[in-house]
């Protein structure tokens, strides 16, 4: 081959620009056997490139592999009927969720109707008679709690008329 | 999709997923538990597969995203142990399942790579190892375009200095 092709096609190997077909030239020249010595330095690296190449797993690797397969093939097959268990089994779990979620709402609804039933509307008491008694012991209470503030509520008068009387003897 | 379908369709692309977490991972073991790891995921979602366009792009970037998860819990796991990190940097189990035997140049051009950032790392190995397009490399790691192009300038860079210097002292 043309030694200054070659000289070319080096020089846009370095740079990266040569193409697949280009560098299956350069692989074939310098495994040719006829390669000028100028290139003495470079040749080995385009033979390595061919050596590794070559570089493969042993023979035996279909065989295994292929059984391999095969073994994960039977297993699958077995476990078809597991997967179709599996699917119901997740379809029960979304069941299940879903009555406890209706059954929830429903006594959630309940609740809330008992709720709208306003207090101050419903009777406590059947006979009138009663009725009044308890309202006025609730008043009786109400009032005599009242009372002892008010007590207590004097005590605070007498400090202001003291007070009132102190600023006026001061001004005089 | 039929196991017939898986058969042709995904399984042959298990040599480029391997590679790609191997890169990643630096550990064979690990990267071929990712790669079963990959294929029984793309087996449970082969319903969705059908609409997808680029199936292998999509097969690598389920391959980077766990493989990125798996260095992740890996970090955590093992935040002091400078035994293990030694692993990863050190060479010897560079390629477990080699045809060829490298030299030392070869060896040390992938020790070279291996020490790249992770990105630019991953795009060498999708560009110059797997021959992805541009666009392919964008989808698997999840960047643009231009992000693709820049890193990858910076990784071809890297790699032309270091080149250089394995050249120039003699280590070749």
Known sequence: MDSSRIDKLLEKYWEGETSLEEEKELKDYFASGEVEARFNSVAPLFNYYKEEANVGLDTFFDERMIAKLEKTETKRKVQKPGRMVELFSNIAKVAAVGLIVIVAGYFIRQEMKKDEIKPYLTDTFDDPQKAFEETKKALELISRNFNKGRKEAKKITTFNEAQEKVKSENQL | ?172
């Not at chain 2, 997808?52 to 995203?65: H, Q, S």
């Not at chain 2, 990125?68 to 990190?85: C, G, I, N, P």
Request: aromatic content about 6%; charged content about 30%.
């Open chain 2, 1 to 172: 999709m039929s196991l017939e379908a898986f058969k042709t369709r995904v399984l042959p692309v298990k040599d480029k997923l391997y590679r790609f977490a191997f890169k990643m991972l630096g550990d064979s073991e690990e990267a071929h538990d990712t790669v079963q790891e990959v294929m029984i995921k793309v087996w449970n979602k082969r319903d969705e597969m059908a609409q997808l366009e680029n199936m292998e792009a999509w097969c690598m970037r389920i391959t980077r995203n766990l493989s990125l998860d798996k260095l992740k819990s890996k970090k955590r796991k093992l935040t002091d142990s400078l035994e293990d990190s030694f692993e990863i940097s050190q060479g010897e189990d560079l390629t477990p399942y080699r045809t060829v035997e490298m030299d030392d140049t070869m060896k040390n051009i992938g020790l070279m790579i291996a020490a790249l950032p992770a990105k630019q790392k991953q795009i060498i190995q999708l560009r110059d190892v797997e021959g992805y397009s541009y666009k392919e490399i964008g989808d698997i790691m999840e960047i643009d375009m231009s992000q693709v192009k820049v890193n990858l300038f910076r990784a071809r860079q890297a790699v032309k200095e270091s080149i250089l210097n394995i050249n120039s002292y003699g280590l070749q």
